[in-house]
């Protein structure tokens, strides 16, 4: 266990070390148990966070606002266009100013090419903790969510075979944060990847170079195929859900013309049973339901997904309190 985590930022998992989030998650799972319990833990008393979202969110602003309540502090929703950066303010003005004010920043800008870089911008101007809500690279507490979930449900993930997979969806172009993310992580902690999308959908060469050279160093399995069905073999954990094609197009148009050439990777009763029989479905949310993934998938026995959703309060409300302290 860590605890010298106080100042930190999290912007990506890939910069805090194993026993630092394993230290996090310990603290999401005490955070989760007292509340079931209905015991107090107001651990930011008094403290503030600053809470900017260039983007929408249902569960993110919900839950760190819910989560910094919690803890016996506040947080301040700020939506981006209310506030004067498009009349100059800068993410210096941001850092400077927001850190002062508050005693963390966290900000959702995902953004393709400019939401990581925002948010490190930011970071670098500020006195006081950034969290990253999304970024157009990274989604670090819905992974440490998904990690927590995968504990809960399926004991120790060592030796455990997750399949990151593309899957359909007709609304729009989604980021490709939560596959690269989830790449990254689950090999740290022991899991098999297969990661399954059409040829047009890769994600960034250095984020999969990267989480090769992390399978290699903790001797996991790295796999990448082109074909859903393939990818579901097996699986302990299927975690499927849309991405745009940021690397192919960034036109929106061209881009939905691409999507539309795979309205068959949705994941179905049928593609489910390819899994392991105890395999659990994940997803982020939202999902286009039965278009993405059909009901009966979504709301049946193997959904965890709404366990996957409460979980973002604890860990994010741990990284809050060994942070923000
Ligand atoms: N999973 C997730 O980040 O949800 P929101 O976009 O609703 O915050």
Request: aromatic share 0%; charged share 15%; hydrophobic share 55%.
């Given at each position: 266990m860590q605890t010298n985590l106080r100042g930190r930022d999290m912007i990506t998992t890939l910069e805090w070390t194993k026993e630092e989030l394993e230290t996090a998650l310990d603290v999401a799972f005490r955070l989760k148990q007292e509340r079931a319990l209905g015991i107090p833990h107001p651990l930011l008393r008094d403290k503030t966070l600053a809470m900017l979202f260039f983007y929408s969110s249902t569960r993110t602003r919900s839950s760190f606002e819910a989560g910094m309540a919690q803890l016996g502090g506040h947080a301040a929703f700020i939506e981006s266009r209310t506030t004067q950066i498009s009349h100059g303010d800068t993410a210096k003005e941001i850092g400077q100013i927001l850190g002062r004010y508050f005693d963390g920043i966290a900000i959702r800008n995902v953004d393709w090419g400019i939401g990581n870089k925002y948010i490190r911008d930011v970071a670098s101007a500020s006195r006081v903790p950034v969290l990253n809500m999304q970024c157009d690279i990274f989604h670090p507490f819905q992974i440490l969510a998904d990690l927590m979930t995968i504990m809960e449900k399926k004991g120790d993930p060592k030796g455990k075979r997750i399949v990151v997979s593309w899957a359909y969806a007709a609304s729009y172009l989604k980021p490709i944060s939560v596959p690269q993310s989830l790449i990254l992580l689950m090999p740290r902690f022991g899991m098999d990847v297969v990661l399954s999308y059409p040829p047009e959908f890769p994600l960034m060469p250095e984020i999969v170079d990267e989480a090769k050279a992390l399978a290699r160093k903790h001797g996991t399995g790295f796999e990448i195929v082109h074909d859903m069905d393939e990818g579901f073999k097996?699986?302990?954990v299927v975690y499927a859900k849309s991405w745009g094609p940021l690397l192919t197009t960034t036109d929106p148009e061209e881009g939905k013309r691409l999507q539309d050439k795979y309205k068959d990777w949705i994941v179905s009763e049928e593609r489910m049973k390819?899994?392991?029989?105890d395999a659990i479905y994940m997803h982020p949310l939202p999902a286009d339901r039965d278009i993405e993934v059909a009901s009966a998938v979504l709301d049946g026995p193997q959904s965890v997904v709404f366990d996957e959703a409460e979980n973002r309060l604890h860990v994010q409300k741990a990284v809050m309190a060994l942070t923000m302290r």
């Open positions: 097996g699986a302990d390819l899994a392991a029989p």
